[in-house]
């Protein structure tokens, strides 16, 4: 049986990142761009103002107040002007191109206007408040490297360059099938006995935070039959995740029917919990996850084995939760040879995070992943952690990096 470690390396050693498609470049935000950004021009394209105000000579400037006779108007967007002649000065506006003869701007505020004359009151340097031919992107310089995820800043600069159209990495399209003659869907009547089908809708949920393309192919009931049709569909798609049916029962069908289809399993069980039951096999180049059915084995087993898969498929370099340190503030007791995934929230103290257990870590507890901020590793080998000791923590929610409470 692999260790947490091992499982997650089987795993992810053999995923590779899906094709190239070119999206319109909105569609790009949040998405990875697949090819280099190089600059088909310069920026600024010319040298520009960067204030509302006049274009002089510098050297008209020298002794102070300096009368100098305003012969033209350039708005932002207005075209260059013929050549300044010496002892006058051009009105601009910011953004726009510097005339010829002109080698530094004048803030309006810097100055006082009478008729057709300005005068300015201060020293001026030469190629004040001027930008650059340049200054900020050279031609043929990269400006975005192949890997990089897309925000806003990024689309801001795609957008200056006139891409319209930009290469990213295709969003995974991930087929999530539920397994059991217990579920019931959304909507349907509940009877003793029955349990609503949450784990297609938490895994659909948790693929579509990461920007994949959820496929929900509803449940396959314990028979063959069934499994065979539903998993047939579930293997077109480029992975594929079931819960449930998955550990020793009777009616757990989930991985001979996998195998009759012929995926190969990577392994089945690891030395963790929850999850342990979880198995992981690849159908040609496409994972395929079948993850234990208890509502929180399900979601941390998404977390530990499928979310960094399909980041990685999806083109992402970061595809881990960030890990902080925290002291835990409980005392925990296991026993050896698993590692435990601790579901914890986090508070700050003046020390830095402080890690408290969220409740009675039984994965049918439903309610301690509400209040889970992070899962706490509780090491394979120990038996017992002590208040005081320190927890290296993945974040399960990331905006608690930005100081949220
Ligand atoms: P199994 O491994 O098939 O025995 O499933 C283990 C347990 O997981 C079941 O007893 C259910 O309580 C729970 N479970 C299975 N499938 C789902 C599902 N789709 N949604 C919520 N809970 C489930
Ligand atoms: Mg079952």
Redesign the pocket.
Same mark, same amino acid.
């Given at each position: 049986m692999p260790t947490f470690d091992e499982a997650r390396h089987m795993v992810l050693s053999r995923i590779t990142t899906l094709g190239v498609e070119r999206v319109p470049l909105l569609d790009a935000a949040g998405r990875v761009l697949a090819e280099e950004m190089v600059a088909p021009w310069c920026m600024p394209l010319c040298d520009s103002s960067a204030m509302d105000g006049f274009a002089v000579r510098a050297a008209d400037c020298g002794s102070l107040p300096a009368d100098l006779r305003v012969t033209g108007y350039i708005p932002a967007g207005g075209e260059i002007c013929g050549d300044v002649a010496p002892g006058c000065a051009i009105r601009i506006m910011t953004g726009a191109p510097i005339p010829p003869g002109c080698d530094a701007v004048v803030p309006v505020e810097e100055t006082s206007e009478r008729g057709d004359v300005v005068t300015l009151h201060d020293p001026v340097r030469t190629g004040q408040h001027i930008r650059v031919t340049a200054e900020d992107v050279a031609v043929g310089e990269t400006i975005i490297t192949a890997g990089t995820l897309l925000r806003s800043p990024e689309i801001s600069m795609l957008a200056s360059f006139g891409r319209a159209l930009v290469p990213v990495y295709r969003r995974a399209r991930v087929a999530i099938l &539920?397994? /059991?003659d217990?579920?019931v869907e959304l909507g349907e009547p509940l009877v003793p006995g029955k349990?609503?089908? &949450?784990?297609?809708l938490s895994l659909a949920a948790a693929v579509r935070e990461i920007g994949a393309e959820p496929l929900l192919l509803g449940i396959a009931r314990d028979n063959r039959e069934s499994h065979l049709e539903k998993m047939t569909e579930g293997l077109k798609a480029d992975a594929f995740i079931t &819960?449930?049916?998955? &550990?020793a /029962?009777d009616?757990?069908l989930v991985r001979d029917i996998l195998a009759e289809l012929g995926v190969e399993q990577l392994f089945w069980k690891v030395e963790m919990k929850p999850g342990g039951?979880t198995a992981v096999a690849m159908f040609g180049g496409k994972p395929v996850f079948s993850l234990? /059915?208890?509502?929180v084995s399900?979601m941390v087993t998404f977390e530990a084995f499928a979310r960094p898969a399909l980041l990685k498929m999806m083109g992402h370099r970061r595809i881990f939760r960030p890990v902080v340190t925290a002291t835990l503030m409980n005392d925990l007791r296991k026993k050896p040879g698993k590692v435990n995934l601790i579901r914890v929230s986090l508070a700050k103290g003046e020390d830095g995070f402080q890690a408290y257990s969220s409740g009675i870590q039984q994965t049918?507890l439903l309610k301690t992943m509400l209040r889970a901020d992070a899962l706490a590793l509780f090491p394979s080998e120990l038996e017992t952690l002590e208040r005081g000791a320190t927890v290296q923590c993945h974040l399960l929610r990331e905006e608690l990096f930005m100081g949220e409470e």
């Open positions: &539920s397994t /059991g217990e579920l349990i609503i089908n &949450s784990n297609i &819960s449930a049916g998955v &550990s /029962g009616r757990d039951p234990p /059915g208890n509502p399900t049918a």
